[in-house]
């Protein structure tokens, strides 16, 4: 196994055992209402949350593609006129 791999193993039995460990309720106010709400909830929605924003602004916001913006396969006269005269004899 790759040291990735049981990273995210030991990552994720360190949230479950930390989820589980947190099950009693919580008095919190929302809005106009007083409600009581497990912690389990609330701090699983958090992790949850966090991981998606994680991954978001992880994530590159342009490709290398992106940067190639002179690219001979893009028009073909481009490419025949790249091509050696022994390449033209081959083709034709």
């Known amino acids: 196994m790759s040291g990735k791999t049981i990273f995210i193993i030991a990552f994720t039995a360190l949230i479950t055992t930390f989820l589980l460990m947190n099950t009693d309720a919580v008095e919190f106010d929302l809005i106009f209402v007083k409600k009581d709400i497990s912690k389990l909830l609330v ?17 590159p916001k ?21 091509l050696s005269e022994e390449d033209r004899d081959y083709i034709n």
Do not use: M
């Open 43 to 59: 701090v699983g929605i958090c992790t949850f949350v966090g991981f998606i924003l994680g991954y978001w602004a992880g994530k």
């Open 62 to 82: 342009t490709t290398i593609s992106s940067y190639d913006t002179e690219n001979p396969q893009d028009n073909p006269e481009d490419r025949r006129n790249s």
